[in-house]
């Protein structure tokens, strides 16, 4: 098993956007667009952006949660955020809200808030400006993106707020590719090296 030195801090791509190469070998992550909350050499966590579930909306999470929707609530897609710890909410917004209990400055203008107080806020149609609400989460070990990376799994882009917030779900993959200058046509799932 090869082993990589760990990733010198110009390498930490905490709030950058994880963009499925088209040979992804789990379906979990097939075409995914995943804004990383959090990455060092002990890991890295992130939001998997553009996976709304059809079966569960924002009316029916807080009824379950016992939090009563208010008038001016705005129904927000509820997206499958990864496959770890699929009952955990998380809302990823903007950089102006801060929760009074927690809340993770991530970077450039973004903010991750896993604590009921932001969902009882967001019912009442307070609450962050502009937000994505998730379920579950996706994580990597020591390494393990930096594996993934080298093998070609994914490509990075910077993350913005149209990209995160404006562009609908369907629509994200092939946003976040033509940031690159990448045309999803263009892509191949083979790898390989000069």
């Excluded at 950058?16 to 379906?27: R, T, Y």
């Excluded at 990376?149 to 033509?178: G, I, Q, Y």
């Amino acid at each position: 098993m090869q082993t990589h030195p760990p990733a010198p801090d110009s390498a930490d791509l905490t709030g950058k956007i994880l963009i499925a190469m088209p040979g992804m070998s789990d379906d979990r992550f097939a075409h995914a667009v995943v804004f990383l909350c959090a990455h060092s050499t002990d890991g890295a966590m992130g939001l998997i952006l553009n996976k709304p579930t059809d079966e569960l909306s924002m009316k029916d999470l807080l009824e379950h949660l016992s939090i009563e929707p208010g008038a001016q609530m705005r129904n927000l897609a509820v997206h499958f955020g990864g496959p770890v710890e699929h009952g955990r909410g998380f809302v990823l917004h903007d950089g102006g809200y801060r929760s009074e209990i927690a809340t993770l400055d991530v970077r450039d203008g973004f903010g991750l808030t896993a604590t009921l107080d932001v969902l009882e806020e967001m019912a009442e149609g307070r609450g962050p400006d502009k937000a994505v609400l998730a379920l579950g989460y996706a994580g990597w070990g020591p390494d393990q993106l930096e594996g993934e990376l080298a093998r070609n799994d994914w490509l990075t882009c910077d993350a913005d707020s149209a990209l995160v917030f404006d562009t609908p779900a369907e629509r994200k993959w092939e946003t976040a590719l033509s940031r690159l200058g990448v045309s999803a046509l263009m892509l191949s799932s083979d790898g390989g090296r000069a």
